[in-house]
């Protein structure tokens, strides 16, 4: 496998693992584009890559992460083997290396050149607000500070050279611009689009630091990185696009509605505003582009950066847990996990401990050891299968949940369900029938 260093690398892997689809014909940024993204992503289908779009100069291509197998490619390791090496990441990170000059910086534009049009930023969902920045990592940190943070925030383009910006309220970056608010000064941010894929995946984690440096434990090497042009906030040095700015104070607009991850259109916003003081972008730069509301964007959300908390958490009340998953279809507020039961009433101790390791999970499905949680045709043949509704059923009221799931009230507060599908002790005999798997690739296919 062809090493990965940027985004351009990372497709070369696609296309040598069938996971990618050039599409020649012109598609228009206006829903169209993100249509064929979400019919792919429904369909399980490639990466497409729109070599054609309208009125554009540069090439876009979206749905980079929303299958666990393409996660795995762009980590290096085995499906199963993703939770626990995000973990050994966290544990060891690895400082990013400046260096002068950088692709990112093949062209430079500033002052009244400035114009976010030239950027191929879709319309995504057909009710959303307008076109909106969803696949910008930002690299914020704080005003007199020298610790850099990366994170999501939806970004819509409200003029030729200014964005509106939620800032989630849990956020570091929220609490960078309430600092800098309180001074009456802007705060300086980059927002990085199109790049080697664990920026993306570190710009998901919560680690207390620069997220860059477990972008570089995942790779094994020091991510490089340059100065942007009009601040001193450091960007990886081979993003395909720069975008940079300053959050202005004490200035709101409406923002929204757009595509949210619980598949909701969520209301609009009273939102900060961004003064774009800088685009810079490699040569032929490609646009790399996230749905709202689609598998990638809960993926980066919410399975990613949950998971290796959530094996932390269930292998603490019992060693004999395998695996766990919080599947994209779930919207972050399911979490599967897989064990070797040696006790009955294991599976609700571990379902406990899977409520208790973020708020947004909500219901919880224990498994045995033969069922593939990465298989929603497996979860479902579980609970069809193994499950005492009055005995293997249970609930936990008046709970904390997240505010944006419509099972909860306007504080988030919910019930909470938990489902032990593994076989109990009385069925053991009865063994599942499992055909071994073949390489069809050896019959032609």
Partial sequence: MNKITDLRSFLKVLEENNEIFYIDKEVDWNHELASVVA?????????????????????????????????????????????????????????????????????????????????????????????????????????????????????????????????NEWRDLKDFYNEAEKEGKPLPISIVIGADPVIYIGGGLKYDGDETEIAGAIRGEAITVVKSITNDILVPSTAEFVIEGLILPDVREKEGPLGEFTGHYSEPWSSPIIKVTAITHRKDAIYQDINGASFEHINLGNVLPREPLLKKFTTYVSKGVIDVHIPPYGSGFLALVKIKKKNPGEPKNIALAAMMTYVNIKNVIVVDEDVDIYNP?????????????????????????????????????????????????????????????????????
């Fill in 39 to 167: 019919t792919l992503e429904k369909n399980d289908g490639p990466v497409p890559f729109f070599k054609n779009v309208k009125d554009k100069d540069f090439a876009v291509c979206g749905g980079i992460l929303a299958s666990m197998n393409r996660i795995a490619l762009a980590l290096g390791c085995e499906k199963d083997e993703i939770t626990d090496f995000l973990g050994k990441c966290l544990e060891n990170p690895i400082k990013p290396v400046e260096v002068k000059e950088a692709p990112c910086h093949d062209v430079v534009i500033t002052g009244d050149q400035i114009d976010l049009s030239l950027v191929p930023i879709p319309v995504h969902a057909p009710k959303d607000g307008g076109p909106f920045i969803t696949s910008g990592v930002i690299v914020g940190k704080e005003l007199n500070g020298t610790v850099q943070n990366l994170s999501f925030q939806r970004m819509q383009v409200k003029g030729k050279d200014k964005l509106s910006i939620m800032i």
């Fill in 377 to 445: 045709a497996d979860i479902m043949w579980a609970l069809s299968n193994r499950v005492v509704p009055e005995r293997d059923i249970f609930y936990v009221p008046n709970s904390q949940g997240h505010e944006l799931d419509l099972s909860s009230d306007n504080r988030g507060v919910q019930t909470k369900m938990a489902t032990d599908a593994t076989l109990d002790d009385g069925s053991k005999g009865f063994e599942r029938v499992i055909y071994p798997d073949v390489n069809l690739k050896d019959y032609g296919f």
